[in-house]
């Protein structure tokens, strides 16, 4: 069964900086994997997705990375802004459903 | 164009109620996915529809049900609601099955009391 984990579970981080979310995954068979962002009470909006023959997607201020074979991925968000302040949540497709992770809390403040 | 659209966005039962939340995918979509947020149990997957046949579906017990119309528009049900159907239910729809990015709606937040 795929396990999906995310770290670190919060994260608070001033403005302006550059920071890391981690994602890590159990079975490296997967189809590809997505990020999202979720905001209090609403749904998932997608930020990007990483097929399984590809290294790394940018959109943005935002980069994600994948390697498959040591089932990791990282999303990177350049020069943080308040607006970023959201529940960020892996999301890996290795069959008909994609396993998610817990999310990571990201707090940025002003 | 338009995103996914879920109805309703908010709804309260009582233990034993039953009800039904529709989803409308992306047009052109032709995959829809269901899936239950709980603070405890994160996100879970409930069902997948493609073609108007239920392909898959998740760890859940008979009383959630769903189908998918010609339209690709679909519902799910849920009967003799239980306090633990309390939940964010969330739909997503994808144009295939397997490698396709997933778009989710806003969700249908049920309160069971």
């Known amino acids: 069964k795929q396990e999906v984990t995310q770290i670190p579970a919060a994260l608070s981080v001033p403005e302006g900086e550059n920071l890391v979310l981690n994602c890590s995954f159990t079975d490296s068979a997967i189809y590809n994997l997505q990020w999202f962002r979720q905001d209090p009470g609403k749904g998932l909006t997608s930020l990007l997705l990483i097929q399984s023959s590809q290294r790394e997607q940018t959109s943005g201020r935002l980069n994600a990375s994948l390697d498959k074979s040591s089932g990791r991925s990282t999303l990177y968000i350049a020069a943080s802004q308040p607006g970023d302040s959201a529940t960020y949540l892996c999301a890996v497709k290795a069959g008909y459903a994609l396993n998610f992770g817990k999310g990571t809390s990201l707090l940025v403040t002003p | 164009k338009a995103g996914v659209t879920q109805t309703p966005r908010y709804l309260i039962k009582t233990r034993g109620q039953q009800v039904t939340l529709s989803c409308s995918p992306i047009s052109g979509h032709r995959s829809v996915s269901w899936y239950q947020q709980t603070p405890g149990q994160g996100l879970q997957f409930l069902f997948e529809?493609?073609?108007?046949?239920?392909?898959n579906k998740g760890n859940f017990p008979g009383r959630f049900s769903g189908r998918q119309f010609s339209n690709s528009r679909s519902e799910m049900n849920v009967s003799t609601l239980e306090l633990g159907d309390s939940a964010l239910y969330l739909c997503a729809s994808s144009f295939g099955r397997y490698d396709g990015e997933l778009f989710f709606g806003e969700g249908s937040r049920l309160t069971v009391l």
């Open positions: 529809y493609f073609s108007e046949t239920q392909r």
